[in-house]
């Protein structure tokens, strides 16, 4: 049983040294429409969408912006 242990153990370090899941970068154009940035953070499960034009970082939309953009379209209408 502590062999079987060692071992479990063993290949749980291996593993996680060997299948790093790294975080994914988002890039969006100012073009794209809030819908689509939503349903981009939504979908990836991305923390931080990056806006760039031309290769140019222009700004960067987080969930707590999101947030705010959202809310600031519900009051126009």
Same mark, same amino acid.
């Given at each position: ?26 890039? #969006?154009?100012?073009?794209? *429409?809030?819908? $689509?940035?939503?349903? &981009? !953070? ?14 140019? #970082?222009?700004?960067?939309? *987080?969930?707590? $912006?999101?947030?705010? &953009? !959202? ?7």
């Amino acid at each position: 049983m502590f062999l079987r242990h060692c071992e479990s153990e063993a290949l749980e370090k291996h593993l996680d040294e060997v299948c790093c899941i790294h975080p994914t970068s988002v890039l #969006l154009s100012p073009h794209n *429409t809030v819908q $689509e940035a939503h349903s &981009i !953070l939504s979908l990836v499960g991305a923390q931080t969408l990056f806006v760039a034009d031309r290769g140019r #970082l222009l700004g960067l939309i *987080t969930w707590p $912006e999101m947030k705010r &953009i !959202l809310e600031d379209l519900a009051k126009e209408i």
